[in-house]
């Protein structure tokens, strides 16, 4: 069992150690002027080793968000008697992560140069999207489940879309703030809360009178 536990640290270890070469490369290059070959050497691995632990390059700057979605999934389905599904999102999603939980200035830097190196490159936008759209798939069958919707029922999806945009614009609120030189950690973590808190109390009240043109 010891044996077992040495292995598992040292691909934990390893995979940190490609994540962290990764990410200083990318901030300091770009995105897309770094090759994973170029990770590899820096990181003293075989390039089969970096596509062993990430199947794409892309997943270099994007594997965390795998525990994201499992606590996000989770929150829903184990939020208490009584509490609604946007209740229990709005409680996750407004919870310290990220740059918004940043408990030093040096891991604040860090986070500051991953937004921005995100917010610069195509790819990594393209790939950002098929996460959220999976997360979509994946919540609106949680949402089903928790509510006993039949597969006709379009309430799941709907809602499901509706809150994964409330998260993708708490991102966007963040990195608009960052781009425009803004780097006050405190204040971005201020308005993105006030703003995500507008978004969802205009879900709790519902889109019946929002938008209406006036005469």
Same mark, same amino acid.
């Given at each position: 069992m010891e044996t077992v536990g040495r292995r598992e640290r040292k691909k934990l270890q390893t995979r940190q150690l490609l994540t962290d070469t990764a990410r200083r490369l990318f901030a300091e290059r770009g995105f897309e002027q770094v090759s994973v070959a170029e990770i590899a050497r820096e990181a003293d *691995?075989?390039?089969?080793?970096? %596509?062993?632990? %990430?199947?794409?390059?892309?997943?270099?700057?994007?594997s965390r968000l795998e525990h994201f979605e499992d606590?996000? =999934?989770?929150?829903?389905?184990? #939020?208490?008697?009584?509490?609604?599904?946007?209740?229990?999102? !709005?409680? %996750? *999603? =407004?919870?310290?992560? !990220?740059?918004? !939980?940043?408990?030093?200035?040096?891991?604040?830097q860090k986070l500051l140069e991953i937004s921005r190196m995100i917010a610069q490159s195509?790819?990594?936008?393209? #790939?950002? @999207?098929?996460?959220?759209?999976?997360?979509?798939?994946?919540?609106?069958?949680v949402i089903a489940e928790e509510t006993g919707a039949g597969a006709d029922d379009p309430r799941p999806a709907v809602?499901?879309?509706?809150?994964?945009?409330? @998260? #993708? !614009?708490?991102?966007? @609120?963040?990195?608009? @703030?960052?781009?425009?030189?803004?780097?006050?950690?405190?204040?971005?973590?201020r308005s993105t809360r006030a703003s995500t808190r507008k978004a969802l109390d205009l879900l709790a009240q519902g889109l019946s009178d929002y938008g209406g043109k006036r005469g």
């Open positions: *691995v075989a390039e089969a080793t970096v %596509f062993n632990y %990430f199947p794409t390059k892309e997943d270099l700057v994007y606590e996000l =999934l989770a929150a829903i389905r184990d #939020r208490p008697a009584g509490e609604t599904i946007l209740q229990a999102f !709005g409680r %996750f *999603v =407004l919870q310290p992560r !990220g740059i918004l !939980g940043a408990p030093d200035p040096q891991s604040a195509p790819a990594l936008l393209a #790939r950002e @999207h098929q996460i959220f759209a999976g997360y979509t798939i994946w919540l609106t069958q809602v499901a879309t509706a809150l994964i945009g409330v @998260h #993708r !614009g708490l991102i966007e @609120h963040v990195r608009r @703030h960052i781009l425009g030189g803004d780097e006050d950690l405190a204040r971005i973590a």
